[in-house]
């Protein structure tokens, strides 16, 4: 079992910048952040396998940097240049032996 526990969001003008965090109650191989606006899907954000694979989706590629610090068995999420559609709610993710953990989400708002 594993739990997660995000903190970070906020509310931020078009242009700004939040930083999301999630620490995981153990180490995880892999790890990532989904996102979930009002009405839609559960999408990818971005996400980072060990230390040296990450990908991104296009919508925030340039603008959005995914990083952990294995040693506090945490994950990050810088978000710059923010935009009104990156309005939603945050998951941190985690997968391990074919079993997906979730964080409780955190709302992120981006409005002027």
């Known amino acids: 079992q594993v739990q997660l526990v995000e903190s970070g969001g906020g509310s931020v003008q078009p242009g700004g910048s939040l930083r999301l965090s999630c620490v995981a109650s153990?180490?995880?191989?892999?790890m990532g952040w989904y996102r979930q606006a009002p009405g839609k899907q559960r999408e990818l954000v971005a996400r980072i396998i060990s230390d040296r694979y990450t990908n991104y989706a296009d919508s925030v590629k340039g603008r959005f940097t995914i990083s952990r610090d294995n040693a506090k068995n945490a994950l990050y999420l810088q978000m710059n240049s923010l935009k009104p559609e990156d309005t939603a709610v945050y998951y941190c993710h985690a997968s391990s032996q074919g079993i997906n953990y979730w964080g409780q989400g955190t709302q992120v708002t981006v409005s002027s």
């Open positions: 153990r180490s995880i191989f892999m």
